[in-house]
Structures are given as structure tokens and as C-alpha cells.
């Protein structure tokens, strides 16, 4: 709770000063020329999660704030992403801001932004080229999320053993990738037996159809659900229920992300426990750009920290929750 809240201040310092500089924006708000034209390459709107990261992307980006925002989301096809940057480089827009659906295949379209002189911003997700290719990445620290899981379930069941079946996130993605590793980390030497493990893409529809799957194929020996994401598992409630069991109860549940229809079901007592993974990036990622186009010198990983929610937690957050 103590880390929750210190990230929540250093979001909301970062607020206040990207508010100033929005009440006096002199002759820019309306001047079409004086905008920073960004191109922003979202990944999609496969979860909750994305939904929140979209707005908040696109409240900092406002004209008002001093930018013409290009926005797509590329429906979760990374060749569909990387057209959208090469396009992006086509109309000599000021920067490009990315949150990469995979990690890998990033090389040629991010030296084709480096040619055309025009500065790459990650948000969210990591790529695997070199760090050259880009200014920044304001993020998450997805391993440590996984870890956070995992610790929480070798606590809770590491002593009489359980049977756990993992829903992941897209195959490829560093959100999933670095989950994963936190989480094999975390249960490493412990009593877990890991019954199955397949990807879930982070939508509530094939969560669903996964533990479906999952359900059929192990019963009522799954101990335990382990969802990369609350969509997931949000799906993941509807098979639970419908196979006579009670999520909660008779499979218990850990996600991560933390948005309100997760939280309401940890508050419900159908999920067990939640890992924080803060989406409202968009403030903190426009004031990088803005530091990149003037020519400052910016850190190369910026990481927004997490926490992580009981029943309690939820019940006490829920009335505030943003998002
Ligand atoms: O956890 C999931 C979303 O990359 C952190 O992507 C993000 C993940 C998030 O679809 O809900």
C-alpha cells in the first residue's frame, strides 16, 4: 500500500506540472502550427487495462496541452502496428509514441524513424531492439508484477501444495513474457504443480474459452487460477461458474491490473488477490516528449510503480477507483 501510494504521488506531481503549463498556452492551443504532432500506435482494446491507458493517453495529448494527436490501434496485429509507425514516418509527424504489442521485429521501422530524424517514445510494453532506437520507455515493471503473484501464492498454498493452470497474456508481449518469468521465479522449489499454461490474448472472451478448456480437461483438481490480466480471469469467472464451481472458493484466483470491474470481483470474494499494474501513463510519457523535442536529456526506462489488493484493499478502494 505504502508503494501504491507513493506512485500515485509522483503521478500526480507530474500532473500538476503538465497542468500549469496547459492554463498558459499562449497562442499554441489553437494554432494548428504551433502543436507537437504525435503519432501514437496503440496496441488495441483487448482489456480494461487498455481502455484506461487509451483515455489517459489521450487527455495528455489534447490540444491544450499542446499536441495534435494521430491515434490508431492496430487491433493486436504487429504487422498492422508497424504500418501504423511507417505511416506515422510518412506524414513527418513531431514524434511517435509506441506501445509495442510484441516484443520482437521492431528493428527496420525504428531505423526508419531514426533516418527520418523523428524521436520514438515506448510506452507499456518493452521491444527487444537495441535501446538506441528509441529516447524512452515509461512502463511498468511487469517481472516484479509476475513475482508479486507468485509470492503471494507459494504464501497462501506454497505449504499444503496446489494444482494451479496459468492464463497468459499475448504470446510475444513483453506484459506476458516478464509476468511469466516473475511468476516461474516466485513458485520456483515451492509445492506448486503448474497443471497447464496457454495464452488468453488479455481479452475476457478467450479467458473464458481457456479455462473452459481447462475445466474440461482437469475438473476439479485446478486449485488455483493464475490470469495474466483481470480480463482473464473476468472471463475466466463465467466457465468457473458454469462447470458448478465457485470462483473464489473452490478455484481461487490471482490476476493482475487492478481496474474496477477486477477490483469489484476481488471485492466480491471471486477473486483472491490483485497486482496492481497502473495504466495512467499518458501525463508522465507527454512531458518525456515534450523534454525529447526540446532536447533535454531524458532516462532511458522510466518505471511507474505498482501495488498489489486483498478483499480488504477493495472494498476500501472501489468507491474511488478511476478507472
Ligand atoms: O496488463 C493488459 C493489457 O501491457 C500492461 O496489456 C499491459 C497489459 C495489461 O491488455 O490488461
Avoid at 107 to 124: R, S, W
Avoid at 139 to 158: I, K, Y
Avoid at 312 to 320: K, N, S, W
Wanted: net charge negative; with cysteine.
Amino acid at each position: 500500500m505504502k508503494k501504491f501510494l507513493g506512485g500515485l504521488a509522483v503521478i500526480s506531481m507530474a500532473s500538476l506540472a503538465l497542468a500549469g503549463c496547459a492554463s498558459n498556452p499562449g497562442t499554441e492551443a489553437t494554432g494548428g502550427d504551433d502543436l507537437i504532432t504525435v503519432g501514437f500506435a496503440q496496441t488495441g482494446s483487448e482489456s480494461g487495462w487498455r481502455s484506461a491507458n487509451t483515455e489517459s493517453m489521450k487527455a495528455a495529448f489534447s490540444e491544450e496541452n499542446g499536441f495534435n494527436l494521430v491515434f490508431n490501434a492496430a487491433d493486436n496485429k504487429p504487422e498492422a502496428q508497424i504500418a501504423a509507425v511507417r505511416s506515422f514516418i510518412n506524414q513527418g509527424v513531431d514524434a511517435i509514441v509506441i506501445a509495442p504489442i510484441v516484443v520482437d521485429g521492431w528493428d527496420d521501422v525504428l531505423n526508419e524513424a531514426k533516418d527520418a530524424g523523428i524521436p520514438v517514445i515506448l510506452e507499456d510494453r518493452t521491444v527487444s531492439a537495441s535501446e538506441d532506437l528509441y529516447a524512452s520507455w515509461i512502463g511498468l515493471d511487469f517481472e516484479q508484477e509476475g513475482r508479486t503473484a507468485g509470492e503471494w501464492v507459494v504464501e497462501n498454498f506454497g505449504d499444503e501444495g496446489a494444482n494451479l493452470v496459468i492464463l497468459e497474456g499475448t504470446t510475444g508481449s513483453s506484459a506476458a513474457l516478464d509476468r511469466a518469468t516473475g511468476f516461474a521465479d516466485a513458485i520456483a522449489g515451492s509445492n506448486i504443480t503448474i497443471l497447464d499454461s496457454q495464452t488468453g490474448n488479455f481479452t475476457r472472451a478467450d479467458g473464458k474459452t481457456v479455462m473452459e478448456g481447462f475445466l474440461q480437461k482437469y475438473g476439479s483438481d485446478i486449485d488455483l487460477l493464475f490470469a495474466h490480466n483481470d480480463d482473464m480471469g473476468l472471463g475466466a469467472l463465467d466457465a468457473i461458474k458454469a462447470a458448478g464451481l465457485e470462483p473464489g472458493v473452490d478455484i481461487k484466483i490471482v490476476t493482475i491490473d487492478a481496474v474496477r470491474d477486477g477490483m469489484q470481483a476481488l471485492a466480491n470474494g471471486e477473486f483472491n488477490f490483485i497486482v496492481e499494474c497502473n495504466p495512467i501513463l499518458g501525463e508522465k510519457v507527454a512531458e518525456v516528449v515534450k523534454a525529447v523535442l526540446a532536447g533535454e536529456s531524458v532516462e532511458k526506462s522510466i518505471i511507474v510503480p505498482d501495488g498489489a489488493f486483498t478483499q480488504e484493499d477493495a472494498i476500501e478502494l472501489l468507491p474511488t477507483r478511476p478507472y
